[in-house]
């Protein structure tokens, strides 16, 4: 079982089970805020909280205060009775940027629309959204999405991991007039074979062993609006035909259930596999293949529109400010750096380390000596190593601790094709010996500056000039 991440603090029994078992249907580990145990990094990584009925207040306080740091940054989900609605919900609230409205009898689209955070009401959504980027291959995308939105026929989106299949997905959605319907995702490929049919279909009472109750499949539950089935190319071959029909002639049955239903579904299918070499080795139907690609569209890797990297820092960064962190801002170097990368993991990369070196550098410009090592590229000269610092520490003289310095630069130093800003890259080295020298001296900063041979206000100008560490010893 993975970490606990939704905390659940409901003072009614009855509902209190019916949340968690609708949270560990969509795929997440809730716990009871009553159930007593430790929150621990290793068993607890808190992404939301849901708070209902509450009896005792007092109770609720210290169930809520075990979400520590997380509560600055989780959503936060209410019952629409909930006691706390006027308190985490008010205007004023820390939390209300963050709060989603949940109604009894529970209904799994409206949990998996909270849960995904405050959603924009229908009447003021926009119907020209756009994937972020505005490079030729971007701009292709955002006009096909523009295009077959209106339609109903089945779309096809191909492309590598990270690209960004799914926002595709709900850009379609969102473009089309099914807008106002549920859109329900599902990964044909995290969910055993065994399973997917109940996942997708539904199933009645007692159908197979743990069946207890009857349940809708996600067909039902994206009625009226759209189904993203992705990684269907992961879909195995029995499953395939049982899809086919569904597709074909629009009805399904539960498992355990012969009473045929019909369905309005729009479907949006995705895979990074290549179907074509998949159908080939007889692992994927020729026929659905066709179903699914009336209208088949690419994404693009991150390496092929490049020019769209600021923009993606800048959307990312939006992202982090509503989760209350800091935005990231790079140096000319670094984005440098950045656009030299072959980023194996595209978009999905790249968000991910946008959110690390904001939590890493909250408060300073990050420069190529800040990236992790594996992003630097050849750009970026080798800083002085710690031998280096440690043979000024022991005396040696200025002339040799230079050469010490210059060798390994000198054998490294390669000018890029398209040339670069000498005055950020080096500041780029500055702002890495000043840091390894302030690593030596324990942040002393009188240490730091006689090590780095300058006078100590000098340094603590520099300090200030590159946002490091503002409050270090004298």
């Known amino acids: 079982m993975g970490k606990f991440d939704v905390l659940v603090i409901e003072s009614d029994q009855q509902r209190a089970e019916s949340i968690v078992s609708a949270l560990q249907f969509l795929g997440y580990h809730p716990q009871r805020g009553d159930d007593g145990m430790e929150v621990d990094e290793a068993t607890h990584a808190w992404r939301a909280v849901f708070v209902g009925n509450v009896g005792d207040d007092a109770a609720a306080e210290q169930q809520f205060a075990r979400l520590g740091a997380a509560a600055a940054h989780v959503m936060v989900l209410l019952s629409n009775d909930s006691p706390w609605v006027s308190r985490l919900g008010a205007d004023a609230s820390p939390f209300a940027a963050r709060v989603g409205i949940v109604e009894f009898p529970l209904r799994y689209e409206q949990l998996t629309e909270a849960m995904r955070g405050p959603q924009v009401p229908a009447a003021a959504r926009r119907t020209d959204l756009r994937?972020?980027?505005?490079?030729?291959?971007?701009?292709?995308?955002?006009?096909?999405?523009?295009?077959?939105?209106?339609?109903?026929?089945?779309?096809?989106?191909?492309?590598?991991?990270?690209?960004?299949?799914?926002?595709?997905?709900?850009?379609?959605?969102?473009?089309?007039?099914?807008?106002?319907?549920?859109?329900?995702?599902?990964?044909?490929?995290?969910?055993?074979?065994?399973?997917?049919?109940?996942?997708?279909?539904?199933?009645?009472?007692?159908?197979?062993?743990?069946?207890?109750?009857?349940?809708?499949?996600?067909?039902?539950?994206?009625?009226?609006?759209?189904?993203?089935?992705?990684?269907?190319?992961?879909?195995?071959?029995?499953?395939?035909?049982?899809?086919?029909?569904?597709?074909?002639?629009?009805?399904?049955?539960?498992?355990?259930?012969?009473?045929?239903?019909?369905?309005?579904?729009?479907?949006?299918?995705?895979?990074?596999?290549?179907?074509?070499?998949?159908?080939?080795?007889?692992?994927?139907?020729?026929?659905?293949?066709?179903?699914?690609?009336?209208?088949?569209?690419?994404?693009?890797?991150?390496?092929?529109?490049?020019?769209?990297?600021?923009?993606?820092?800048?959307?990312?960064?939006?992202?982090?400010?509503?989760?209350?962190?800091?935005?990231?801002?790079?140096?000319?170097?670094?984005?440098?750096?950045?656009?030299?990368?072959?980023?194996?993991?595209?978009?999905?990369?790249?968000?991910?380390?946008?959110?690390?070196?904001?939590?890493?550098?909250?408060?300073?410009?990050?420069?190529v000596s800040d990236l992790p090592e594996k992003y630097r590229g050849q750009q970026i000269v080798e800083e002085v190593r710690g031998a280096a610092l440690l043979s000024l520490m022991n005396g040696q003289s200025s002339v040799a601790s230079e050469s010490t310095m210059l060798a390994p630069a000198d054998s490294l130093v390669m000018l890029p094709e398209g040339g670069l800003d000498l005055r950020d890259h080096l500041a780029d080295i500055e702002v890495g010996l000043i840091r390894q020298a302030l690593d030596v001296t324990g942040g002393v900063v009188a240490h730091a500056a006689k090590l780095l041979r300058m006078q100590r206000t000098t340094l603590v100008e520099k300090l200030r000039k590159y946002g490091l560490q503002p409050s270090l010893q004298a």
């Open 131 to 367: 994937l972020v980027g505005s490079s030729a291959p971007m701009s292709r995308v955002n006009a096909l999405v523009r295009q077959v939105a209106p339609f109903d026929s089945s779309v096809l989106v191909l492309g590598e991991s990270g690209t960004g299949k799914e926002m595709v997905a709900r850009a379609i959605h969102e473009c089309s007039s099914r807008r106002d319907k549920p859109f329900v995702a599902i990964n044909c490929g995290a969910i055993p074979a065994e399973l997917l049919e109940s996942e997708l279909f539904g199933h009645e009472k007692g159908a197979f062993t743990g069946a207890i109750s009857t349940r809708k499949g996600r067909f039902e539950l994206a009625e009226g609006g759209t189904l993203f089935l992705d990684e269907i190319g992961d879909m195995s071959l029995p499953m395939q035909v049982k899809l086919l029909r569904v597709l074909q002639e629009r009805v399904f049955e539960r498992v355990g259930s012969n009473r045929t239903q019909r369905c309005d579904v729009r479907i949006i299918a995705a895979t990074h596999r290549n179907l074509d070499a998949a159908i080939a080795h007889g692992q994927f139907r020729e026929d659905l293949y066709y179903r699914l690609s009336v209208f088949p569209l690419e994404m693009p890797a991150l390496r092929e529109h490049m020019d769209d990297l600021p923009e993606l820092v800048a959307e990312f960064n939006q992202r982090l400010s509503r989760r209350g962190l800091a935005n990231v801002r790079f140096s000319a170097g670094a984005m440098h750096a950045l656009h030299g990368y072959a980023w194996p993991g595209n978009v999905r990369e790249l968000n991910n380390l946008v959110e690390r070196l904001a939590i890493l550098y909250p408060h300073s410009e990050v420069r």
